[in-house]
């Protein structure tokens, strides 16, 4: 599913006792929303439950044939989907028609860079889905759970995916660079630290091939380090630490190394440069979630096929994932739930990473044979199932504070572009982005 950051760039029930959740095992959750007779869950007289999900993006639910799936196991309901492409135009309407307690879909998604201020500031408007029958929190990931669940133990959102972060490297580069290609054999020349991932970009630079360089943008770097660490600019306590944050230093020291090191090809992610980058073979490395497999095989096109690999990232690191919801304002509440339940199922999870390489946020969907056995032919018949299943158990206990996303953005899209772009002196860029923190962020 979608699970590129949107607003400043983009499960384990056994299968049998989802499929047998009904209107009756919800009686930990208040009336449905509409009459049987208005077409309510199970409503009479031959007529269908339309159950509507509100998304951003694409999620993969239809195009996995999911839906439809699922219409044939419960005849009398029909799915009714509606697409908002960007998150940063789908959260500000979602939290209107929060307000609003109207207008509304059935399931809302929920971002992954929402979920903070979503079981925050809006627990109260959301079923608490962790007191339905048939719902377990050790089914998911630990940290993904904690994520949808407000500081009082209301969860409002169950996990879909998650974006664990792989390496993606172009093996033909790595060859004329005097570098191995085996993904083994990267993966070690940087596991377990960063800074080796620098260090090998110097290596690479010193034998790179003509026209090339060795990542796309220190924004890139930036991220997937940061990412890798529990608590990033605020404790779990809600403190703001972005000045001192341990993360924060770390990871914008290597964003700085590789912008100043000439390594990178100093782009800015999801823009026509970079896009076009993938075509002309412009750089050799990017930090890959499993979302941007489908972004570099569309990008580079038939001229990078088995171009491209997927090794293990120097640390294990989340960027992305989402959340599926029920707003307590839905129209068919229980049939709602008892989709969501059903969505958000290992065996459906496991069949959506078949579909959209979107990587389950519940471990028992990492032994099923979709995500087991995946490999991708694009990159090179690379084991794409075991090396995110095997990333996403290392993640640790993410914590996202109330303004993540806007603190995130002024770092990489302010603050590393002064020094990427610009020229400027890291120092200066430093003081750049703490100036749009603050005008971004009240303390």
């Not at 219409?71 to 307000?99: C, F, G, M, W």
């Not at 998604?109 to 109260?124: F, K, P, R, S, Y």
Request: hydrophobic content about 40%; overall charge positive.
């Amino acid at each position: 599913m979608r699970s590129r950051p949107r607003t400043s760039r983009r499960r384990v029930m056994a299968g049998a006792a989802v499929a047998a959740l009904g209107a009756g095992v919800f009686a930990a959750c208040a009336d449905d929303g509409g009459s049987e007779a208005a077409g309510g869950s199970g409503g009479g007289g031959g007529r269908k439950t339309t159950v509507t999900v509100g998304t951003f993006g694409v999620f993969g639910y239809k195009q996995a044939g999911l839906y439809e799936a699922y219409e044939k196991l419960h005849p009398d309901i029909t799915i009714k989907e509606s697409v908002i492409e960007r998150n940063d135009a789908y959260y500000p309407q979602l939290l209107t028609h929060l307000a609003a307690g109207s207008g509304l879909s059935d399931i809302q998604a929920i971002e992954v860079g929402n979920i903070h201020d979503v079981a925050t500031l809006q627990a109260d408007r959301f079923v608490d889905l962790g007191r339905v029958k048939g719902v377990r929190k050790a089914d998911w990931l630990d940290w993904k759970w904690a994520q949808g669940t407000s500081k009082d133990g209301r969860t409002i959102g169950l996990g879909t995916d998650i974006g664990p972060i792989a390496m993606c490297y172009r093996k033909d580069l790595f060859a004329k660079a005097g570098l191995p290609t085996d993904r083994e054999s990267v993966g070690r020349l940087w596991a377990g630290d960063w800074q080796k991932y620098i260090d090998t970009g110097r290596a690479y630079k010193k034998n790179a091939p003509a026209g090339t360089v060795f990542t796309d943008s220190a924004a890139g770097i930036y991220n997937a380090s940061i990412h890798g660490y529990a608590e990033r600019y605020y404790t779990r306590k809600g403190r703001p630490v972005y000045r001192n944050s341990r993360a924060v230093k770390a990871s914008w020291k290597l964003a700085v190394q590789a912008a100043r090191g000439g390594l990178t090809a100093r782009l800015k992610q999801f823009e026509k440069p970079w896009d076009q980058a993938y075509a002309n073979g412009r750089f050799a490395t990017v930090a890959c979630p499993p979302w941007m497999l489908g972004y570099i095989k569309e990008k580079a096109g038939e001229a990078g096929e088995d171009r491209w690999d997927v090794a293990a990232a120097p640390r294990p690191a989340n960027w992305g994932g989402s959340f599926i919801g029920v707003p307590k304002a839905a129209r068919h509440r229980k049939a709602a739930i008892e989709l969501a339940l059903w969505l958000t199922a290992p065996e459906q999870q496991a069949k959506l990473f078949g579909r959209q390489a979107s990587i389950p946020s519940t471990p028992a969907s990492y032994a099923m044979p979709e995500v087991r056995d995946a490999r991708n032919p694009y990159f090179g018949d690379a084991p794409t199932g075991r090396i995110f299943s095997e990333a996403a158990r290392g993640i640790p206990a993410l914590f996202f504070g109330p303004r993540e996303q806007q603190i995130g953005t002024a770092f990489t899209d302010v603050g590393i572009v002064q020094v990427e772009q610009q020229g400027r002196s890291p120092r200066s860029a430093w003081k750049a982005a703490q100036k749009e923190i603050l005008n971004a962020v009240d303390e």
